[in-house]
């Protein structure tokens, strides 16, 4: 039996449990009417997999129904499931408990369909907030529907807090000139999906930018006065610049109102009384306009008093505030004036993570939450076991040093170019990790989330997904970085270095293991269930986006060397052929967001490679 997150106690008993025409999901008499879309999701669970149309009723068991029910004297976090001959008992101590059992359950109804096995499970988790962060400002911002999915994902999975990143993807109702050219997600959306969330167990969280990252406010002609660096307006698009620069003056008044301003119009729009201020990677601080304040103050007390500000207009709000913990790490000494309500969010996303933020943090009292990631960042298929070992980090991390929650990120440096199914293990691995202190192996989780989440009997199709990354020889990033910097006229010798750290060397051996993982996939997808299968295009565009990246890569350092090639334009249809594909994939679970910067990258090379000069331009 498969169930993600193990549960703490599961004693699996001989017999089973036959579901029938007549059963029924009943809510008992005293179960909350808001239980109602959990029974509504175990119903739609068995019709698909068990082929049954169970009634949902209200009222009354009988012998081989499945009955909900709330028992407070369990205690708010925990749940029991037994599955006898009498029926199947579904019992939480909250609401929310009673629905991590329903998730239980829906997981053995999808491996076992109408034949439930004997079981009694006695659960709780370790963690009281396991969440997901998920980017939708720099590259894809997803629509209301996926959103949604999104949701149902982190439910099934018995995780229960989102938060999704902002910048200016959100449509603030007086600032025209920071989405005109854009796609944000409405105040109507937002709403509506804190609505879809909270009825799940999940907690909404808005998160902004309130600090650095700020590149299109602070780069707009209305607000960039408030930047830190002058003629922020005047540069051309860049996805490093944006990364790097783009900090408020903290010396300029009117940009503390301006966030307090945004902040509030923002916060109303959700249930939840926590509010993430971001306020990391403040790069350019003191740097500019406020060089003289840092000169009297020095930075970390020129950050601290920013913050502190804003902290105690959302305490006032009634709001917990969080923050990520980067920049105050580095100040341990200035943390005590940081009011108890806050917390801190202390991330770390290598392989090998060192607990070092996190010990400072500790040392110091910080409430934390320890954030890991996916390791989509960058890449056309996610770096799954570098996400894994970075998620057993730090939740080993957060068990340690008393964190209070998981935060599992899911950033979209340079576009985010990966297609979102790509997260879906590290999503996975986090709920596992902040659930319990159970944590399969990483081919054995693997198996295991193959056939309960893609329905693949094989239990090879994340094993195989975790092989991608590796065929790439030409990096997203180092094609970003090659291009910026040409046309920003940087020194050649620094373009000419990112050539001398990439192999080309390797490419057909890497291309060649990209066909072979191409037919693997064929191989592996007649084993899943047929729902699951959009999951093949989206791998096969990837494939194909590693290799012909690849092959641009060589002509590239060919062409540096004086020796361009004489298949640049064959290599340059191939190029636009697989954008043709990756843009319908991209609109079919987003809006437009930043496809058309990401698209600039592919035409600026086509170009190149069509070119007879041995020059970029």
Sequence with gaps: MILLPMPKKVEEKSGNLVLRVDTAVVMEAACPREAYV????????????????????QGSFRKGDVSLSTNASLGEHRYTLNITEEGAFLVGGSLNALGWAVQTLRQIVRQDAGLLPFVEIDDEPDMKNRGFYHDVTRGRIQNLDNLKKLADKLCFYKMNQLQLYVEHSYLYRDLTELWRDDTPLTAEEIIELDEYCYERGIELVPSIATF???????????????????????????????????????????????VKELIEEYMHLFRTDKFNICADETFDLGKGRSAELAKEKGTGQMYLDYIMELFDFLIQKGKVPMFWGDIISGHPDLYPQIPKEVICLTWGYAADQSDWAVKILYDVNAVQYLCPGVCGWNTWVNYIRGSYENIVRMCNYARKYNAIGILNTDWGDFGHINHPAFSVPGLIYGAVGSWGEHMPEFDELNRQISVLEYGDASGQLVGLMAQMNGACVFSWHNA?????????????????????EMDMAKVPQCNKRVEEMEARLREVSRSMDSTCRGIVECAHVSLEMIRCWNEVGVFMA???????????????????????????LWRENGKEGDLMKVSDVFFWYADILRSKSNHCE
């Design 558 to 584: 060919e062409r540096q060397k004086g020796e361009a090639p004489d298949n640049g334009a064959a290599v340059a249809a191939g190029l636009e052929r697989c954008l043709h594909y990756y843009q319908r």
């Design 480 to 500: 970003v970085t090659i291009k910026e910097w040409t046309q920003q006229k940087n020194d050649p010798e620094k373009i000419k270095g990112i050539y001398g």
């Design 212 to 258: 650095g990252h700020l590149y299109k406010l602070l780069g707009t002609k209305g607000y960039q006065h408030l930047c830190e660096l002058p003629d922020s307006a005047e540069s051309a698009f860049s996805f490093r610049d944006r990364m790097a620069h783009h900090t408020v003056n903290v010396s300029d008044s009117n940009a503390m109102e301006l």
């Design 38 to 57: 959990y029974a509504k999701q175990l119903k739609e669970e068995i019709s698909a997999w068990a082929g049954l149309n169970l009634d949902i009723r």
